[in-house]
C-alpha cells in the first residue's frame, strides 16, 4: 500500500491525523470499530504511524499511557461509547498521572444525531450525544471536528494536552470526517518544540524574587522533586539546579527512579513517618522544602498522612505557578500564588542566580542488601525483590503494577540508569501488564522489566498476545500468591486459613498463558526456590525474546511475624529509623 503524507488540502481525518503524527508520535494504540472507520482507515493508511491493535481498550489506554510516559505523548483511538467507554478508566488514570493522551473517537454522524436515529452503541432512545460528559471530565480540553473548526480546535487541544500534561478528547463524526477541513492546514513541529504557555513577565520576577529571598535566609533548604519534573521533561534543569545549590533533594513514590538513586544529593524517598535513613529527618526538619513539580500529598505519599510540613516553611512549584507557604497536606492556603508561571522557566533562573549551601551529611540505605534465603528455600516476597534489585542493570526499566509487588518495587534501590514506572497514585490493577507494552515501544533499546501481581494480571493478561503480535520482549516477573494479597494484608489477616472469598483467585497457570496467546520464542517457566528464581533471571536477561517467570509464592506468609530489615524498605510500615 502507498501510505499517505501529509497534505495541504486534507479531508478533516485525514488532518487531525497528519497533526498528530507531526508531533513525531509513531503509534497509534486502539480497537477498531464502525463509526471509527475513517480514523482507522486514515491512520494505517498514513506515513510513519503504526496501528497496535489491542486486546481491549481498557488496555489501549493503558498502552497510550506508558507509551506517553517515555515518549511525551500518545495516541488511542476507540470508537463510540462502547470502546471509548470501556477506555475511559484508563484515560482518567492518564489524568491523574499527567500524562498527555490524545484520544480519538469516531462517533456517528452528525445526520444521524440531527435526526434521533435509534442506534447500536446507544441507549436506544435517539439522544446520541448525550454520554459527552463523561468524556469531557477524563480530559483537560475536549474537541467535536468540524470542517470549520478543525484546524483551530486541533491547535487548542494540542496546547492544552501538553501545557497541562493531560488527556485531550477529540471526536470525529463519521461524515465530517470525509468533508475537507475550511482554511490552511498547520505543519506542526514535533513534541519537544511545541511552544506550551509562558510565563508573565512579572509574575515570575516576583515569584523568583520571592524564592531567591526565602533562600537566602535558609540554613537548611530541601528539595522535593515531584513526579511532575519528570512528565515535562525537566530532569536536566533540575539537576543543574542541583549542582549549582548543593541543596539535598528527596524524591516521592511517584517521582522513584526519575533521577538517578546513585546521585551524591539523593537522601532517599520522602514517606511520612514510612520514609527510611535520614529522609524524614532532612525534609521535616528542614527550614525551607522546595517542593519543585508539586507533590500529591496521597496517603501514598505521606506514609498514610503521618508527613509533617509546616505550610509556612514549604514553597510550591507547581507547573504553572508558584505558590508560598502553601502545602496541600495540611491544607495551607498559601501567603502568595503568583501565575502563571512554567516550573521550566523557575528552574532555570533559580539555577543562576539561588544561593550556594554546603550539603548535610545523611546516611541512606546501602544497595543492593544481601539477599535473604538459601538457594533451596521458597521464594518470599521478601527474598524475590531483593534478588530483583541486585539483577537490575542500567537501561532497564521497571514497571510496577498496583500490590504488594509495587510497594517492594518501589522500595528498591535502583541501580544508575534504570528507570521506573508505576500507576501510584491512580492505582489501577492491571496497569501494569498493558502498560509495559507501551512503554517497551516507546523506547526499544531499554529493557521493560515487569513485576504484575496474580491478580491484577487477570484483569488484563490477554495483553500478552499483543505483545507476542508486537515481538515485544519484556521479562514478565508474574507473582502468584492465589490471592489479592495487599486486600488481606490491608485487612490486617495474617491467616490464610481466613482469606476472603472476594480475594481469593482463579487458579492459573499462568506461565503457559504466553504460549496460548501464540507468543513465539518466549522463555517461560514457573520457579518456585530462590536457586530456581536466580536461574530463570539469568536465562530471561540472555534471551533475546521475551521471558515470563511465574513465581509461585503461595499466600501461607501473609506478614512475616519477625520483618527483617529488608522488609522494612519494602514494606515501610515500620517506625521511621532514628
Ligand atoms: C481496577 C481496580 N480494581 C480493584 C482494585 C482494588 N485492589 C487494589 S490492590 C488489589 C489486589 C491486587 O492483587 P494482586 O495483583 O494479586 O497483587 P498482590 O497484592 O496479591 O501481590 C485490588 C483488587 C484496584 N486498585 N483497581
Ligand atoms: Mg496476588
Redesign the pocket.
Known amino acids: 500500500m502507498v501510505k499517505k503524507v501529509a497534505n495541504s488540502n486534507p479531508s478533516v481525518v485525514d488532518y487531525a491525523v497528519q497533526r498528530l503524527a507531526a508531533l513525531g508520535i509513531k503509534h497509534v494504540f486502539g480497537v477498531a470499530g464502525d463509526f471509527a472507520f475513517p480514523i482507522n482507515i486514515a491512520i494505517e493508511e498514513f506515513d510513519g504511524l503504526t496501528w497496535i491493535n489491542c486486546s481491549n481498550e481498557l488496555n489501549a489506554a493503558y498502552s497510550a499511557d506508558g507509551y506517553a510516559r517515555i515518549y511525551g505523548a500518545a495516541i488511542l483511538s476507540t470508537t463510540y461509547n462502547v470502546g471509548e467507554a470501556a477506555a475511559l478508566?484508563g484515560v482518567m488514570g492518564c489524568k491523574a498521572e499527567r500524562v498527555p493522551v490524545f484520544h480519538l473517537v469516531g462517533a456517528p454522524s452528525a445526520r444521524m444525531t440531527r435526526n434521533r436515529r435509534h442506534m447500536h452503541h446507544s441507549y436506544g432512545d435517539g439522544n446520541l450525544d448525550q454520554f459527552r460528559s463523561y468524556n469531557e471530565v477524563s480530559a483537560c480540553a475536549s474537541a467535536y471536528l468540524t470542517p470549520q473548526n478543525a484546524i483551530p480546535e486541533m491547535e487548542r487541544v494540542i496546547f492544552e494536552a501538553l501545557s497541562q500534561r493531560m488527556p485531550a478528547y477529540i471526536q470525529i463524526t463519521t461524515d465530517h470526517a470525509m468533508m475537507p477541513v475550511v482554511g490552511t492546514p498547520v505543519h506542526g513541529v514535533p513534541l519537544a518544540e511545541v511552544p506550551t504557555f509562558s510565563s508573565d513577565a512579572q509574575e515570575i520576577d516576583a515569584a523568583l524574587t520571592a524564592i531567591t529571598a526565602r533562600l537566602e535566609t535558609a540554613h537548611s533548604p530541601v528539595i522535593l522533586a515531584a513526579f511532575t519534573i519528570g512528565r515535562y521533561g525537566l530532569q536536566s534543569e533540575l539537576e543543574a539546579l542541583l549542582t549549582a545549590t548543593g541543596i539535598p533533594f528527596a524524591a516521592t513514590g511517584m517521582s522513584k527512579g526519575m533521577l538517578s538513586e546513585s546521585h551524591p544529593l539523593y537522601v532517599g524517598q520522602h514517606n511520612g513517618e514510612s520514609s527510611l535513613g535520614d529522609v524524614r529527618k532532612i525534609v521535616e526538619g528542614a527550614d525551607l522544602v522546595l517542593d519543585l513539580g508539586g507533590v500529591v500529598y496521597s496517603d501514598a505519599e505521606t506514609g498514610g498522612y503521618s508527613a509533617d510540613l509546616d505550610s509556612s516553611k514549604v514553597i510550591t512549584v507547581y507547573p504553572d505557578h508558584v505558590e508560598i507557604g502553601s502545602v496541600a497536606v495540611t491544607g495551607g492556603r498559601g501567603e502568595a500564588t503568583y501565575g502563571p508561571v512554567h516550573i521550566k522557566d523557575v528552574l532555570v533562573a533559580l539555577t543562576k542566580q539561588a544561593p550556594t549551601f554546603s550539603t548535610p551529611a545523611f546516611s541512606r540505605p546501602a544497595s543492593p542488601l544481601p539477599a535473604p534465603g538459601a538457594p533451596g528455600d521458597p521464594v518470599t516476597?521478601v527474598s524475590l525483590f531483593s534478588r530483583l534489585e541486585q539483577f537490575l542493570e542500567s537501561g532497564d526499566t521497571v514497571v510496577a503494577?498496583?500490590?504488594?509487588?509495587d510497594i517492594a518495587a518501589t522500595a528498591m534501590l535502583l541501580p544508575d540508569g534504570v528507570h521506573f514506572e508505576h500507576a501510584q497514585l491512580w492505582?489501577?490493577?492491571?496497569w501494569g501488564t498493558a502498560a509495559a507494552l507501551g512503554v517497551a515501544l516507546a523506547d526499544p533499546s531499554r529493557r521493560v522489566i515487569l513485576v504484575?501481581?496474580?491478580?491484577?494480571?487477570q484483569?488484563t493478561a490477554n495483553h500478552i498476545g499483543t505483545m507476542g503480535h508486537y515481538g515485544i520482549n519484556p521479562i514478565i516477573v508474574l507473582?502468584n500468591?492465589g490471592?489479592?494479597?495487599?486486600?488481606e494484608?490491608v485487612l490486617g489477616n495474617s491467616n490464610p486459613d481466613k482469606i476472603r472469598n472476594f480475594?481469593r483467585?482463579a487458579q492459573w497457570q499462568y506461565h503457559k498463558l504466553p504460549e496460548a496467546m501464540g507468543c513465539r520464542d518466549w522463555y517461560c517457566t514457573s520457579v518456585q526456590t530462590n536457586a530456581e528464581f536466580n536461574t530463570a533471571l539469568e536465562k530471561a536477561r540472555k534471551h533475546p525474546g521475551a521471558a515470563y517467570i511465574e513465581v509461585l509464592l503461595g499466600c501461607e506468609k501473609l506478614v512475616p511475624a519477625e520483618p527483617p530489615d529488608f522488609l522494612d524498605r519494602i514494606y515501610q510500615t515500620g517506625p521511621p529509623k532514628a
Do not use: R
Not at 492505582?427 to 492491571?430: F, N, Q, V, W, Y
Not at 490471592?483 to 486486600?487: H, K
Open positions: 478508566a516476597d503494577d498496583t500490590g504488594t509487588c492505582g489501577c490493577i492491571g504484575q501481581g496474580d491478580g491484577g494480571h484483569l507473582l500468591n490471592i489479592f494479597g495487599i486486600e494484608i480475594d483467585l
